[in-house]
């Protein structure tokens, strides 16, 4: 079952929301997401589809960094160098 890249990002949208509803736990709703979309197929298909919602998470998170990058006037290389000093000093 290949999915298109839009359905990809769609998929990627709803973990996301998944994760937003609870974001500091318990991840119920996001494990709960991750189960419906993995857990019934083969090991192959989940595999596969594992890797397509990879594709759409990476995706999603480019469209936020342009959207960000357009609401702050902030380069994109400002805001990842930022995310990458907060989780250094962890």
Known sequence: ???TPAQSVRHAVGLMSAWS?????????????LADH???RPPAL??????ELIMGMTTLCGELL????EATGLDMHVILREIAL???RE
Not at 46 to 51: G, I, P, Q, S, V
């Open 1 to 3: 079952m290949r999915t």
């Open 21 to 33: 509803a609870q974001p500091d736990g318990p991840a119920d709703l996001f494990v709960e997401f």
């Open 38 to 40: 993995l857990d019934t």
């Open 46 to 51: 989940a595999l596969a589809e594992a890797t």
């Open 66 to 69: 342009a959207l960000h990058e």
């Open 86 to 88: 907060r989780y250094a």
